[in-house]
């Protein structure tokens, strides 16, 4: 690091230290913590409203709304009485009168579902926060339902395919692009635990089916310094706990997998489980119900636990996936992979401390495979536990939220090639990470969030990255709002996988080498939002990722995988726009997203066949345009759901040819020669362009008064599009993705 | 529900239309057809048979289609203007069919050959060969036995300039042949026996020992020279590391034409 740099960082750290001096208090004021709940299962309540006002005011003091804890703090109130007003759509509003001394004060809310709620259909509680801003989505358990997916409910991939910028490269692999950033340089967080890859391998489903999820936030990117080790997207998923009040579940059978989930309290209003479990059945239904063989299974569980109390929430959550299966039709190399995610987290908001603060640790360990089936030849892993802190502090009358993570990773390799020799390495790393994040509420048209992380590890120079979110409302108000994110981005460690064979997923993790600088990355993204009238909503976003050191690999003509990454530089950039329209029954929204993904990296480093000193290319997931139309209706209790996706086509790599290489003073006769896939320019073409419509249709009928049977049919790809996947260029097959695919699921419900 | 209805039929008309954009042409094609059509692996020389491989680029090894090959291949000595159809003989590795054709008819010093292979639609691939030429020339005679120091002299005359020679000199030590690869030389090179011993007996502790000496520790006096000159269109060393910056016009690999042999002196291996 430069002086500058380093004059920035201590500044930066210094202020940190700062923040971290005991006893530096400069409210006399009072403080008010509330936490919402559902009066129904107990669940906290994110996106509540919450309003301080004096009594006979309209304009209130102060105003807040929940986070994913249901947790608001309301700060630097003078000590008097005051009208509290808690609202959330869908619920009964709030109202009590309290009177607040100076310190800190806890106050619980349960909040009844409204009475026409209770009358009609159950339509989830809409968030008083809107669900876009710059750089990032919000989205609701209850809009992963109008996505129509093969049964038998909705998930967290088959919404995310139906955003801009998001881009799958089939229907099988569980390989996910988020504005540009590949699979591994995106963060997926469940319940703040890391997983590294829980997308499954029928790309329809995700370890976060509609029923476990409470809200996920999709930072496509210029997050804040609250994540870290994510060069391009952070996936911020939020598990419900279970109900606090009575046993419910669900038992569920479809074409594509059956589930079963089971929660209620193990102390009623405090404590509570919940346990899910799906399991594909796919791989024995395609053949008999469609003709063709879908050689792909998978199976997950989540568990969890949750205590509420007046003064802290915990919960422990358990993750645990595996898929295996073959993506290519000659079902010649078989996949697997495991995720395996346990951890816990406190937030304490007791009224003796000054300050809430949480915890949070755990382990993540991930391991994939891949070879002849019941033969994996390649295995690569990576385990990581970790422990965080985090307390939240006020300075210069404003929150500030300060972090220290540790982390201690395990990365191992075994890469045996035919031909080629066998590959091997482990290394274990630790890791000290250091954050803090402030909401600075300028004015009421202004709000400003700088953040700053850095990171010391043993072998890699300590890094300072700093970040910034600007979010301007020209009318004071949420219904406009003009975003701006910059921030710089480092990652520890990166991905290698073959990018010339889209029908290999397996993915080798390593930390970069001693002398080797860090995959690092610039975000800059400006977005405009627009809210007409309560029910339609416009925006509009361009952004601009700078990415520095990406591993990639080697263009080696032997068929494999060079664990030795090249670096190259990329450039992403694009605009997406979105118009969502929600009018009682009625939904739609149409999403266009256009981006342009360009790497490059020195010639003779990566082995390419091109002129030039500097070779620049489109990798495969570069899909420069994008619409997605997705609509639902309502009507009779049935509920119909459209979804039509528009891919232009990606870049692929044509096949020179394949050759049987000899030494030149190898005799014919004597030597078989070694195998080499001999390719073209890197990524020179690009395959047909790409769409499909699905639908469906949803009923519920009610057995008895806790009773319910859904039924679920739709069909995916219903006009039977036949969109390419890949081209194997072993067995010289093309690989298309799903045909047409009708199904009928059933869920039987108690709640 | 007026909006509702105008919303639906916007959508409706935006699949409509964006499914006939999207395009019904689905076809892919997946090889640069128009870039490679054989590997051709292969050299010329004047020791044994001469075989070359070719192997259709656009085939994979281990398919079924491999077993046989679209193909005529033809050789032609450029300076006789002899030619002649090469003939297949199928060798099986592991399950893996290769191509190899024989060449019959026998190879000139300095002559240039063409190698043309042929698809059925007419498309070739093509490669030259140009054989080393010149006289090799060792000093001292093989009659004549040399000191451990003394110098012989390993001369190629009369070659062309882009002409290259491999060299490697063995010794014969406790009951084996010890190699001392040099690798490419000039086309003239001084051997000197001792530093040969020197450099092939790694392992052994000569330092203390005079290299007058070094001979005497030799089980016999032969010096065993072997030799590849190459002819002066010898693709690159690269070439071996990136097949595709081969000298094969419309294919990839390696075609040539080399002289390889192996000569003796003799040193003074008694002890003074």
């Given amino acids: 690091m430069d002086r500058p740099g380093r004059l920035v960082c201590g500044f930066l750290l210094g202020l940190l230290g700062l923040g971290m001096m005991p006893g530096v208090v400069w409210a006399q004021d009072a403080t008010l913590r509330v936490v919402v709940t559902s009066a129904r299962d107990g669940g906290p309540l994110q996106g509540a409203n919450v309003t301080l006002a004096i009594p006979g005011a309209e304009e209130p003091r102060q105003a807040g709304a929940t ?10 109130v003078s000590p008097g009485r005051y009208t509290i007003t808690v609202s959330y ?60 997916t093969p049964g038998p409910e909705g998930d967290l991939a088959s919404y995310l395919q139906s955003l801009p910028g998001v881009v799958s490269t089939g229907d099988r692999g569980g390989q996910l692009y988020i504005q540009g950033g590949s699979p591994t340089q995106n963060r997926y967080l469940v319940d703040g635990l890391p997983v590294v890859k829980p997308f499954h391998i029928s790309s329809f489903y995700s370890a976060f089916p509609q029923d476990l999820v409470q809200s996920v936030d999709l930072y496509a990117g210029g ?19 279970g109900n606090m009040k009575q046993f419910d579940g669900r038992v569920a059978l479809g074409p594509h997998l059956a589930s079963v989930r089971v929660e209620g309290p193990i102390d009623r209003g405090s404590e509570s489980f919940l ?60 996949h697997s992979w495991t995720n395996t995610v346990l951890g816990g987290r406190c937030l304490v908001y007791e009224e003796d401390f000054d300050r809430t603060f949480s915890i949070r640790g755990g382990y993540s360990g991930f391991e994939n495979r891949v070879g002849s089936p019941g033969v994996p030849e390649q295995v690569a892993g990576r385990w990581r536990s970790y422990l965080l802190l985090n307390y939240d502090e006020v300075f210069l009358g404003q929150p500030i939220d300060f972090g220290a993570r540790f982390t201690v990773g395990q990365y191992d390799a075994t890469i045996n090639e035919q031909f080629v020799g066998v590959d091997r390495f482990s290394r274990t790393q630790g890791m000290v990470r250091l954050h803090w994040s402030m909401d600075w509420n300028v004015n009421d048209y202004l709000d400003l969030s700088p953040s700053f992380v850095t990171r010391v590890t043993l072998d890699v120079e300590p890094s300072a990255e700093p970040r910034l979110r600007l979010t301007y409302q020209p009318d004071g108000t949420d219904q406009q709002e003009l975003g701006l994110a910059l921030g710089i981005y480092r990652q520890l460690d990166g991905g290698l996988r073959d990018l010339r064979d889209a029908g290999n997923v397996f993915t080798v993790w390593r930390p970069p080498l001693r002398d080797q600088p860090l995959p690092s990355a610039f975000h800059g993204i400006l977005g405009y939002n627009q809210r007409f009238r309560g029910w339609f909503e416009a925006s509009v976003e361009g952004y601009v990722k700078r990415l520095y050191n990406i591993p990639v690999t080697r263009w080696t003509p032997e068929v494999g995988l060079d664990t030795e990454p090249v670096l190259a530089d990329g450039l992403v950039h694009g605009a997406s726009a979105q118009l969502e329209a929600e009018e009682g029954p009625f939904y739609a929204s149409i999403g266009y997203g256009w981006s342009a993904v360009t790497y490059e990296a020195s010639t003779d480093d990566l082995g390419a066949w091109v002129d030039g000193q500097i070779f620049s290319y489109s990798p495969a997931h570069d899909r420069r345009h994008q619409l997605n139309l997705v609509s639902s209706y309502q009507w009779k209790g049935i509920t119909a759901s459209i979804r039509w996706q528009y891919g232009s086509g990606r870049p692929f790599t044509k096949v020179y040819g394949y050759n049987l290489s000899l030494n030149p003073t190898q005799r014919p006769t004597e030597a078989p020669g070694t195998a080499q896939t001999i390719y073209e320019r890197p990524f020179g073409a690009r395959l047909p362009s790409y769409h499909r419509l699905d639908f469906s249709f949803k009923r519920s009928f009610i057995l008895t008064n806790r009773l319910a049977l859904d039924v679920s049919a739709g069909a995916i790809n219903l006009y039977d599009r036949r969109n390419i996947f890949y081209f194997d260029a072993d067995t010289l097959q093309r690989v298309n993705q799903s045909p047409l695919f009708p199904y009928l699921s059933f869920s039987l419900r108690v709640d | 529900m007026l909006i509702v209805k105008r919303i639906s039929w916007c959508f409706i008309a935006l699949i409509g239309v964006g499914t006939l954009l999207g395009g019904c042409d689905n076809t892919l094609s997946p090889f640069a057809e128009d870039a490679g059509l054989y590997s051709v692996y292969g050299y010329l020389s004047f020791s044994g048979s001469n075989f070359i491989r070719v192997k259709d680029l656009n085939t994979p090894p281990t398919s079924d289609s491999s077993q046989s090959l679209d193909a005529t291949v033809r050789l032609k000595n450029l300076q006789t203007g002899r030619s002649e159809t090469l003939v297949d003989s ?61 110098e012989i002299l390993f001369n190629f005359q009369n070659t062309r300039k882009q002409s290259s020679v491999s060299l490697a000199v063995a010794v014969f030590w406790e009951g084996g042949i010890q190699w001392d690869n040099r690798g490419i030389i000039d086309k003239s090179t001084t051997l000197v026996p001792a530093n040969v011993v020197f450099q092939a007996l790694p392992d052994y502790e000569l330092n203390s020992i005079d290299p007058e000496q070094y001979c005497a520790l030799l089980d016999n006096p032969e010096l065993r020279i072997a030799y590849t000159q190459y002819g002066p269109d010898w693709p690159a060393d690269s070439v071996f590391i990136d097949p595709t910056s081969s000298r094969i016009e419309n294919g990839l690999g390696v075609f040539g034409g080399l002289r390889q042999d192996t000569v003796s002196r003799y040193v003074d291996i008694s002890r003074e």
């Fill in chain 1, 89 to 148: 759509l869908g619920f009964e509003t709030h109202q009590d009168t309290l009177r607040l001394d100076s310190g800190t004060r806890v106050y619980n809310v349960s909040l009844s579902v409204a009475t026409q709620q209770l009358t009609g259909l159950t339509v989830e509680g809409r968030s008083a926060e809107p669900a876009r801003q710059v750089g990032l989505e919000t989205i609701r358990s209850a809009e992963l339902s109008r996505i129509p």
């Fill in chain 2, 90 to 150: 199928v060798v099986v590795f592991d399950g893996v069919y290769t191509h190899n054709f024989r060449m019959r008819q026998p190879v000139k010093l300095g002559d240039t050959y063409r190698l043309t292979v042929e698809r059925s639609d007419g498309r070739q691939a093509k490669a030259t060969a140009t054989m080393p030429g010149g006289t090799l020339n060792i000093e001292p005679p093989r009659s004549d036995t040399v000191d451990c120091t003394d």
């Fill in chain 1, 223 to 241: 997050f804040g310094a609250k994540y870290g080790e994510a060069l391009s997207s952070v996936l911020d998923v939020r598990l419900r706990p």
């Fill in chain 1, 67 to 76: 986070t994913h804890d249901g947790y608001v703090a309301l700060r630097d």
């Fill in chain 1, 275 to 334: 346990l899910s479990t799906r399991y594909s059945l796919v791989e024995q239904t395609a053949g008999p119900l469609w003709g063709d063989e879908a050689p792909i299974g998978f199976h997950d569980v989540t568990g969890r636990y949750s205590v509420q109390s007046d003064n802290y929430s915990c919960n422990i959550t358990g993750v645990r996936t595996h898929d295996r299966g073959s993506l290519d039709a000659s079902q010649t190399r078989e």
